[in-house]
T-cell receptor, first 114, second 113 residues
């Protein structure tokens, strides 16, 4: 079975500082990993994904994520946070070999303080 | 302008009433999904469809029904059997291959009055 954990409900960071939002996953087969962002009363917006290849994936709005197979992690990062990055962030996994559905983590609320 | 459209944005339901939430996509995606989001919680899968005229129950299908008569459309009916329907409902679509991301609509907020 697939599962995703986001160990932090809330992450606070000062504007201009680097940010990290953590994600760990469990799948039986080949993991396909995704990050989404949600602003209040809106749908989810796709940020980036890892399918194969380079472990460092770059995405929208300056975000990047690092895939670590041995730690089964896919942490979202940004070198310099903006106040406008404040939102709810979801990590998701699809099992490339055994499943078709997305499994989402519980979400992490990011607050960037001016 | 391609995308996925949910309507209405806000919906109010009386006790014992069925309501239908609309989801339409023009992305030519085979797969469509319905999720429920409650305050402070993640997304829970209600139903999904990988192809026209076929759909499968997700984790919380009780009290809901769907149809997939056209590739572009995947309406969700919240029936009177759903005891706690107040939530934010999200529709999504994706291509068939699991290495593709999902695209989400803007959501429908359903409130029981």
């Amino acid at each position: 079975a697939q599962s995703v954990a986001q160990p932090e409900d809330q992450v606070n960071v000062a504007e201009g500082n680097p940010l990290t939002v953590k994600c760990t996953y469990s799948v039986s087969g080949n993991p396909y990993l995704f990050w989404y962002v949600q602003y209040p009363n809106r749908g989810l917006q796709f940020l980036l994904k890892y399918i194969t290849g380079d472990n460092l994936v770059k995405g929208s709005y300056g975000f990047e994520a690092e895939f670590n197979k041995s730690q089964t992690s896919f942490h979202l990062k940004k070198p310099s946070a903006l106040v406008s990055d404040s939102a709810l962030y979801f990590c998701a996994v699809r099992d490339g070999d055994y499943g078709q559905n997305f499994v989402f983590g519980p979400g992490t609320r990011l607050s960037v303080l001016p | 302008d391609g995308g996925i459209t949910q309507s209405p944005k806000y919906l109010f339901r009386k006790e014992g009433q069925n309501v239908t939430l609309s989801c339409e996509q023009n992305l030519n995606h085979d797969a469509m999904y319905w999720y429920r989001q409650d305050p402070g919680q993640g997304l829970r899968l209600i139903y999904y469809s990988q192809i026209v005229n076929d759909f499968q129950k997700g984790d919380i299908a009780e009290g809901y029904s769907v149809s997939r008569e056209k590739k572009e459309s995947f309406p969700l009916t919240v029936t009177s059997a759903q005891k706690n329907p107040t939530a934010f409902y999200l529709c999504a679509s994706s291509k068939g291959h699991p290495n593709t991301e999902a695209f989400f609509g803007q959501g429908t907020r359903l409130t029981v009055v």
